[in-house]
């Protein structure tokens, strides 16, 4: 059976949304064809398209299997470039203050810079015999028929030849242009509503920056230490081995308490931390440049699923249809699992049908929205309605936390849920539960601040 069903693709964005979108759509269309404004082919470091890749970014376990079916030995590949990987429960989390007991979950975390990540997937992409690469193209808008009912593809503009636009046909185009996406404003152009939008502001910002890794400054046989910003602790920070050499510290905070990125003013902010740890490893280290802020004023998610009216031959991805809260740590996988929704589509046979993407994208969102959502209404500066749910589930997560640092199999529990691995009600299943009540009946005070404690406070 031929499992073609178009002679084009055209992806918008050439990032991770839109080199899994690539991926999978290589495997239907006769061409594919990625544009996106920056040169991405052969970069291994941050660009201008993308300038939050600097920051740390976990790829949660779901992710990693997805990425290593799509992209058979893309872990071993990693390995052979010096990026480290290690069992997800034994980075050394720290869960309101406290930390988490080790644990052996059999899931790994693989812990390449996100644009190095990004160059190893881009790579096994490029070299798909019917895809292409147009770099360096500002995508100026979408090209519909007469009665605006079907795509027919994009209108694109050269740096090479600003005000010339040139518009490539396409049998399917897939916005991939992430949280930036225009496909509102192109919509409306065509008449049609714009999606509406759940939006929660958390006024996050992260402030990272790299240091020479020298022995020792983790502990032995540590890969990452992360305290993880609670309400009782709202500054939180990633920071770990990134590769041969290099220590990455990615500072967190959260409505408007942002780390700043002078050399002081960054260290400060460390040392505020719940825990003394990262503070202490980084004040003698040496920087190998300086830090960079990025602002994440509020979490966006638009329900095209609710759209009555949506032309043909047009789908998103990735960021594009949501863009989460970073510190859950989302963003990649949830675009890798919404790229498998794509292919189910395209191995149905015909065209994708946009309302049966758009069905499963919510569907694959739904879970990991819930669970960010939920995590940031715990903080009472955080504005939504806070139903009996969202009440109940922080009062639970604030016992499992705690229990987490008593219990390994309830880390194990904890980091297969945050790792979109298992649906949060496996959280709630007896045997769970019944561990987590063991150690908190009452929701557990949160850990102390070792600069609480004036003997430690140097
Ligand atoms: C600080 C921070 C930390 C994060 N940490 C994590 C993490 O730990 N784990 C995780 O899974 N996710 C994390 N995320 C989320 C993750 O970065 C996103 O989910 C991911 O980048 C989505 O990819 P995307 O391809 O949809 O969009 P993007 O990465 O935003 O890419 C969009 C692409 O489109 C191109 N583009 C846009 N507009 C145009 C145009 N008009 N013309 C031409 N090209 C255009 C850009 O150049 C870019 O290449 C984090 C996000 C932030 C902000």
Redesign the pocket.
Known sequence: MDSRVGKRAVV???????ILAARVLSESYDEVLI????V?LGVTGTRR??P??V??????AR?HLILEELFPGLTDGLTEAGIPSCDLGEMRWYLNGRPARIARTGLLSVMAP?PMLEAHIRARVAALPNVTFLER???AGIVADAAGGRILGARVVSHDAPGQERVYDADLVVD?????SRTPAWLAELGYPRPEEDRVKIGMA?TTRHYKMEPGMLGEGVYSINPVASPAHPRGAFFGTIGPGVINLSLTGILGDHPPTDDEGFLEFARTLPIPDVYRAVREAQPLNDAVS?R?PVSVRRRYERLRRFPERYLL????LC?FN?VY?????V?AMEAIALRDELRRGGTPDAATYFAAAARIIDTPWEVSVTGDLDFPGVEGPRPMKVRIGNAYMARLQYAATKDAKVTEGFMRVAGLLDPPSALMRPAMVARVLRHAIRRPRPGESWLAAPAHAS
């Open positions: 918008l964005g050439g990032s991770m949304g839109g544009i996106d404004r920056d991405v398209g993308a939050h890749a920051h740390a970014h976990a790829l949660h992710g996100r193209h500002d995508i991939a242009t992430g949280r930036g992260y990025f994440f991805i990735g960021d594009a863009s970073p740590g989302q963003g990649m996988t675009a």
